[in-house]
T-cell receptor, first 116, second 115 residues
Framework: GAGVSQSPSNKVTEKGKDVELRCDPI?????LYWYRQSLGQGLEFLIY????????KSGLPSDRFSAERTGGSVSTLTIQRTQQEDSAVYLC??????????????FGEGSRLTVL | AQSVAQPEDQVNVAEGNPLTVKCTYS??????LFWYVQYPNRGLQFLLK??????LVKGSYGFEAEFNKSQTSFHLKKPSALVSDSALYFC?????????????FGKGTRLSVIA
Protein backbone atom coordinates (compact mmCIF):
# COMPACT_ATOMS: atom_id res chain seq x y z
CA GLY A 1 0.00 0.00 0.00
CA ALA A 2 1.00 3.62 -0.49
CA GLY A 3 2.82 5.39 2.27
CA VAL A 4 3.08 9.09 3.02
CA SER A 5 4.12 10.89 -0.16
CA GLN A 6 6.00 14.20 -0.16
CA SER A 7 6.99 16.47 -3.01
CA PRO A 8 9.32 17.82 -4.14
CA SER A 9 12.02 15.59 -2.70
CA ASN A 10 14.56 18.36 -3.24
CA LYS A 11 14.06 22.09 -3.65
CA VAL A 12 16.73 24.73 -4.16
CA THR A 13 15.57 28.32 -4.02
CA GLU A 14 16.94 31.80 -3.68
CA LYS A 15 16.61 33.82 -0.53
CA GLY A 16 13.39 35.81 -0.54
CA LYS A 17 11.41 33.44 -2.75
CA ASP A 18 8.31 31.58 -1.59
CA VAL A 19 8.18 27.78 -1.58
CA GLU A 20 5.41 25.21 -1.26
CA LEU A 21 5.92 21.70 0.02
CA ARG A 22 3.25 19.06 -0.43
CA CYS A 23 2.25 16.06 1.67
CA ASP A 24 -0.19 13.31 0.71
CA PRO A 25 -0.93 11.22 3.81
CA ILE A 26 -1.93 7.59 4.03
CA UNK A 27 -5.59 7.14 3.14
CA UNK A 28 -7.78 7.05 6.23
CA UNK A 29 -5.30 8.84 8.47
CA UNK A 30 -7.03 11.75 10.13
CA UNK A 31 -3.99 13.25 11.85
CA LEU A 32 -1.23 14.97 9.85
CA TYR A 33 1.97 16.50 11.18
CA TRP A 34 4.80 18.62 9.82
CA TYR A 35 8.24 18.47 11.38
CA ARG A 36 11.52 20.14 10.45
CA GLN A 37 14.85 18.34 10.70
CA SER A 38 17.90 20.56 10.78
CA LEU A 39 21.47 19.37 11.12
CA GLY A 40 22.17 18.71 14.78
CA GLN A 41 18.73 19.91 15.87
CA GLY A 42 16.71 16.73 15.81
CA LEU A 43 13.05 16.92 14.84
CA GLU A 44 11.24 20.17 15.48
CA PHE A 45 7.44 20.09 15.50
CA LEU A 46 5.83 22.69 13.24
CA ILE A 47 2.07 22.11 12.87
CA TYR A 48 -0.55 19.43 13.47
CA UNK A 49 -3.94 18.79 11.85
CA UNK A 50 -6.53 16.51 13.43
CA UNK A 51 -9.68 15.90 11.43
CA UNK A 52 -11.82 19.03 11.15
CA UNK A 53 -10.42 20.64 14.28
CA UNK A 54 -8.44 23.86 14.18
CA UNK A 55 -4.77 23.05 13.56
CA UNK A 56 -2.17 23.30 16.31
CA LYS A 57 0.23 25.91 14.92
CA SER A 58 2.26 26.28 18.09
CA GLY A 59 5.48 25.04 16.48
CA LEU A 60 5.60 27.40 13.52
CA PRO A 61 8.80 29.45 13.91
CA SER A 62 7.53 32.67 12.33
CA ASP A 63 4.59 34.16 10.44
CA ARG A 64 6.40 33.37 7.21
CA PHE A 65 5.35 29.76 7.73
CA SER A 66 1.81 28.54 7.10
CA ALA A 67 0.09 25.29 6.25
CA GLU A 68 -3.29 24.14 5.11
CA ARG A 69 -4.98 20.81 4.69
CA THR A 70 -7.67 20.60 2.04
CA GLY A 71 -10.51 18.13 2.28
CA GLY A 72 -8.92 16.42 5.25
CA SER A 73 -6.25 14.89 3.06
CA VAL A 74 -3.42 16.63 1.20
CA SER A 75 -1.47 19.30 3.06
CA THR A 76 0.71 22.13 1.79
CA LEU A 77 3.38 23.85 3.87
CA THR A 78 4.20 27.31 2.56
CA ILE A 79 7.29 29.30 3.47
CA GLN A 80 7.23 32.93 2.35
CA ARG A 81 10.30 35.09 1.78
CA THR A 82 12.64 32.20 2.51
CA GLN A 83 15.78 32.76 4.55
CA GLN A 84 18.96 30.70 4.65
CA GLU A 85 18.10 29.41 8.12
CA ASP A 86 15.00 27.79 6.62
CA SER A 87 17.28 25.24 4.93
CA ALA A 88 16.33 21.86 6.36
CA VAL A 89 14.49 18.64 5.63
CA TYR A 90 10.75 19.04 6.08
CA LEU A 91 9.09 15.82 7.16
CA CYS A 92 5.39 15.03 7.00
CA UNK A 93 3.75 12.27 9.02
CA UNK A 94 0.25 10.91 9.42
CA UNK A 95 -1.45 8.57 11.85
CA UNK A 96 -4.62 6.60 12.37
CA UNK A 97 -7.37 8.00 14.56
CA UNK A 98 -6.11 5.60 17.21
CA UNK A 99 -7.93 5.34 20.49
CA UNK A 100 -6.05 6.55 23.55
CA UNK A 101 -3.32 8.15 21.44
CA UNK A 102 -1.35 4.96 21.16
CA UNK A 103 -0.76 5.20 17.45
CA UNK A 104 2.65 5.70 15.97
CA UNK A 105 3.37 8.23 13.23
CA UNK A 106 4.08 7.18 9.65
CA PHE A 107 6.62 9.44 7.97
CA GLY A 108 7.26 10.43 4.39
CA GLU A 109 10.80 10.63 3.04
CA GLY A 110 10.91 14.38 3.40
CA SER A 111 11.48 17.45 1.26
CA ARG A 112 15.02 18.81 1.41
CA LEU A 113 14.97 22.60 1.12
CA THR A 114 18.12 24.56 0.36
CA VAL A 115 17.95 28.34 0.42
CA LEU A 116 20.88 30.02 -1.32
CA ALA B 1 5.88 20.19 28.97
CA GLN B 2 7.23 16.99 27.54
CA SER B 3 10.86 16.46 26.65
CA VAL B 4 13.24 13.73 25.59
CA ALA B 5 16.97 13.57 26.14
CA GLN B 6 19.34 11.39 24.16
CA PRO B 7 22.64 12.03 25.92
CA GLU B 8 24.89 10.53 23.24
CA ASP B 9 25.23 12.14 19.83
CA GLN B 10 27.20 9.14 18.58
CA VAL B 11 27.51 5.50 19.62
CA ASN B 12 30.13 3.21 18.11
CA VAL B 13 29.96 -0.55 18.51
CA ALA B 14 31.68 -3.52 16.91
CA GLU B 15 29.60 -5.88 14.84
CA GLY B 16 28.34 -8.79 16.93
CA ASN B 17 28.55 -6.85 20.20
CA PRO B 18 25.48 -5.73 22.15
CA LEU B 19 24.36 -2.16 21.64
CA THR B 20 22.50 0.34 23.81
CA VAL B 21 21.14 3.72 22.77
CA LYS B 22 20.05 5.78 25.74
CA CYS B 23 16.87 7.82 26.19
CA THR B 24 15.35 9.60 29.16
CA TYR B 25 12.09 11.49 29.16
CA SER B 26 10.05 14.01 31.09
CA UNK B 27 6.26 14.06 30.93
CA UNK B 28 3.32 14.81 33.20
CA UNK B 29 1.73 11.52 34.13
CA UNK B 30 2.29 8.28 32.30
CA UNK B 31 4.15 8.27 29.00
CA UNK B 32 3.76 6.60 25.68
CA LEU B 33 7.28 6.02 24.33
CA PHE B 34 8.52 5.33 20.83
CA TRP B 35 11.75 4.57 18.97
CA TYR B 36 12.27 5.44 15.32
CA VAL B 37 15.19 4.79 12.97
CA GLN B 38 16.31 6.93 10.04
CA TYR B 39 18.52 5.52 7.31
CA PRO B 40 20.45 7.95 5.06
CA ASN B 41 18.19 10.13 2.89
CA ARG B 42 15.08 8.39 4.16
CA GLY B 43 12.17 9.27 6.40
CA LEU B 44 11.76 7.90 9.89
CA GLN B 45 10.69 4.30 10.35
CA PHE B 46 8.87 3.07 13.44
CA LEU B 47 10.79 0.48 15.49
CA LEU B 48 8.78 -0.10 18.64
CA LYS B 49 6.58 1.50 21.27
CA UNK B 50 5.72 1.19 24.94
CA UNK B 51 2.10 1.79 25.82
CA UNK B 52 1.40 -0.31 28.89
CA UNK B 53 2.09 -3.74 30.32
CA UNK B 54 5.43 -5.54 30.13
CA UNK B 55 8.32 -3.14 30.59
CA LEU B 56 10.38 -4.96 27.96
CA VAL B 57 9.14 -4.19 24.49
CA LYS B 58 10.29 -6.07 21.39
CA GLY B 59 10.26 -4.45 17.98
CA SER B 60 11.51 -4.69 14.43
CA TYR B 61 14.94 -5.96 13.32
CA GLY B 62 15.67 -7.62 16.68
CA PHE B 63 15.56 -4.40 18.68
CA GLU B 64 14.04 -4.14 22.14
CA ALA B 65 13.63 -1.41 24.71
CA GLU B 66 13.09 -1.41 28.44
CA PHE B 67 10.78 1.05 30.13
CA ASN B 68 12.02 2.07 33.58
CA LYS B 69 9.56 4.34 35.33
CA SER B 70 11.72 5.13 38.34
CA GLN B 71 14.61 6.23 36.14
CA THR B 72 12.32 7.76 33.47
CA SER B 73 14.30 5.89 30.84
CA PHE B 74 13.53 3.92 27.70
CA HIS B 75 16.87 2.64 26.41
CA LEU B 76 17.03 0.86 23.06
CA LYS B 77 18.99 -2.39 22.96
CA LYS B 78 20.02 -5.17 20.64
CA PRO B 79 21.97 -8.29 21.72
CA SER B 80 24.14 -8.48 18.59
CA ALA B 81 24.72 -5.47 16.34
CA LEU B 82 24.86 -5.63 12.56
CA VAL B 83 26.63 -3.24 10.20
CA SER B 84 23.21 -2.63 8.62
CA ASP B 85 21.98 -1.22 11.96
CA SER B 86 24.12 1.87 11.35
CA ALA B 87 21.64 4.75 11.23
CA LEU B 88 20.19 7.67 13.19
CA TYR B 89 17.91 6.68 16.08
CA PHE B 90 15.24 8.88 17.63
CA CYS B 91 13.37 8.44 20.90
CA UNK B 92 9.96 10.14 21.25
CA UNK B 93 7.29 10.63 23.92
CA UNK B 94 3.64 11.53 24.13
CA UNK B 95 1.66 12.01 27.34
CA UNK B 96 -1.14 9.64 28.25
CA UNK B 97 -4.60 10.88 27.31
CA UNK B 98 -3.29 13.69 25.15
CA UNK B 99 -5.09 12.50 22.03
CA UNK B 100 -3.21 12.19 18.76
CA UNK B 101 -0.98 15.11 19.74
CA UNK B 102 2.45 15.40 18.16
CA UNK B 103 5.26 13.25 19.42
CA UNK B 104 8.14 15.09 21.06
CA PHE B 105 11.45 13.78 19.74
CA GLY B 106 14.97 13.73 21.08
CA LYS B 107 17.84 15.09 19.01
CA GLY B 108 18.83 11.67 17.79
CA THR B 109 21.80 9.34 18.30
CA ARG B 110 23.92 8.23 15.39
CA LEU B 111 24.82 4.55 15.68
CA SER B 112 27.85 3.30 13.83
CA VAL B 113 28.46 -0.46 13.74
CA ILE B 114 31.95 -1.33 12.67
CA ALA B 115 32.75 -4.61 10.94
Amino acid sequence: GAGVSQSPSNKVTEKGKDVELRCDPISGHTALYWYRQSLGQGLEFLIYFQGNSAPDKSGLPSDRFSAERTGGSVSTLTIQRTQQEDSAVYLCASSYPAAANTGELFFGEGSRLTVL
Amino acid sequence: AQSVAQPEDQVNVAEGNPLTVKCTYSVSGNPYLFWYVQYPNRGLQFLLKYITGDNLVKGSYGFEAEFNKSQTSFHLKKPSALVSDSALYFCAVRALNSGNTPLVFGKGTRLSVIA
